[in-house]
């Protein structure tokens, strides 16, 4: 027992004394580490923020970004915002899609009823315009105008539409609303107004008979043109097809699918108008396939 209580006095004397001296000694080495460290060194800036970052100090950032530059993108984002506030809310251009709203409207010439498709009535921003109902659509123009005959009442916008030979003249036009709660656009002419709504165009679809298979003194693109208009029909490999003709009666094109009898020369097309409905052509094929008569009028194939 008095070895061990020897031993822990002799213990807790080795600590004592490290307390005491260990504070002296590390001032001692400071000292001289500051003694020895006492020159001057230039370091480039670089070393100087690696140093910083070892020794857990931020370096100086350069500023990247100008206050010119800063300020021309407030602007821009500040434009965009209020060009899409505009388009959203205040945006009163005729340009879109529209389709006749029977509820607060009588013209008969816009009419549909519960066994027609919905006749749409787009007007382009570049001036072109067109009605179309199931698969056939009429082609025309639209444009802003003033109209001399008119009350000269300010705030009042007239537009003039030639889609011919649905509608020809100029109205007196006003759109409310916006994207959110729907807009309206009013066309007025001799005092009568025409209510449309905005909407989005929708296409029916004709299916492709099964027994379908491409006849090749058919298929094809043919033209033919006489001194007031012009005819193409297209007929695709695939059984769509498009019908177009355009001239003083007006523009229009017709989508559609066929079928070829070869035994009775006869080609059926299918499109909708109103309802579906076909119709009957018969052919003859001539001049090594690069003529087709359609019920009397001669085509000649396009290349």
Sequence with gaps: MEDFEKFENTESEIENAAEETAP???????????SEMNF?????????????????????????????????????????????????????????TWVFDENTSSADQASKTKNENVRYYTFNNDGSASI???????????KYTDDSSASPDEGKKFIEINILPAVSGTFEVKVEGNIFTGKTLTLTTQN??????????????????????PVKEVTGSWKYKDTYSNYNY???????????SKGQSGDSSTK???????????ITVTFISDQK????????????GNELTLSTVKFTREK
């Design 234 to 244: 297209k007929f695709n490999e695939d059984g769509t097809c498009l019908i177009a």
């Design 256 to 266: 559609g699918v066929y079928t070829v009898d070869t035994k009775k020369k006869i």
């Design 192 to 213: 009568t107004p025409i209510k449309f709504v905005s909407a989005s165009k929708v296409e029916p679809k004709l299916e492709v008979s099964k027994k379908f298979k």
């Design 132 to 142: 179309s109902v199931g698969t056939i659509q009429v082609n025309g123009t639209w």
């Design 24 to 34: 002296a000694e590390a001032e001692t080495i400071e000292n001289e580490v500051d």
């Design 40 to 96: 001057n060194v230039d370091i480039p800036e670089a070393a100087q923020d690696n140093e910083a970052e070892q020794f857990g100090e931020a370096p100086k950032k350069k500023k990247l970004i100008s206050t010119p530059i800063i300020i021309a993108a407030i602007i821009l984002v500040a434009a965009i915002i209020a060009g899409g506030v505009y388009f959203l809310f205040f945006n009163s251009s005729v340009a879109g």
């Design 277 to 288: 409905q076909s119709s009957q052509l018969p052919y003859v094929s001539g001049k090594k």
